[in-house]
């Protein structure tokens, strides 16, 4: 499993960047919103855009990941996710990535039982502990994680839905993640 999800990774990871290069006006980040119009001789200026866009996939039916990164909204148009169930583990993976080629990647694996719940970085390891990893472009290293899982999802029906945030170190300095939400349609192998 590992192997065919890096390959598509890599693919996630590399079409942000040509995205961008291809597409002319959209930077792939939720707008602050216009300035009112000017106002006509006797009227009154014009209201002030949202610019509170949604986060669209890139491909329709494709899922999609967002998140504030330092406050800043963030949105995954592209998004690859695997959920595989073996003997002796139950295995989500989340692969995106923003138009601007910002990757994330989020592991949760349990031994005992199945996919679902609350899941933290600092409890991963230990003997029969679930694996917990959370990736995100640009940092050296994580500090914290917490990545909840509502649905693992099913092949051809129910999306992979859930929450993630983390603390990470990068040589710009901290970079925190809030409010990530996702919500992808799954490849699922084993079971």
Not at 90 to 102: F, P, V
Request: aromatic share 4%; hydrophobic share 35%.
């Amino acid at each position: 499993m590992i192997s065919r999800i890096a390959r598509k990774v890599r693919i996630a990871l590399l079409a942000g960047p040509l995205m961008v290069a291809g597409c002319g006006s959209g930077s792939g980040k939720v707008g602050t919103g216009g300035t009112g119009g000017a106002g006509a001789v006797s009227g009154t200026g014009g209201a002030g855009g949202s610019g509170a866009g949604t986060c669209q996939p890139l491909i329709p039916g494709d899922g999609t990941a967002t998140w504030l990164a330092n406050g800043v909204p963030q949105c995954a148009t592209i998004t690859i996710a695997a959920h595989d169930i073996a003997t002796l583990s139950d295995t989500l993976e989340i692969i995106g990535s923003t138009t601007a080629g910002i990757g994330i990647g989020l592991t949760v694996s349990v031994y005992t039982g199945s996919l679902g719940g609350p899941y933290d970085c600092k409890a991963d390891g230990g003997l029969g502990g679930p694996y917990v990893d959370f990736v995100y472009g640009g940092a050296s290293s994580i500090v914290g994680c917490n990545i909840t899982i509502d649905s693992a999802g099913a092949p051809g029906g129910a999306h992979a839905t859930g929450s993630f945030s983390g603390t990470f170190d990068s040589a710009s300095g901290t970079i925190t993640v809030t409010n990530g939400r996702f919500d992808t349609p799954i490849e699922t192998t084993g079971g």
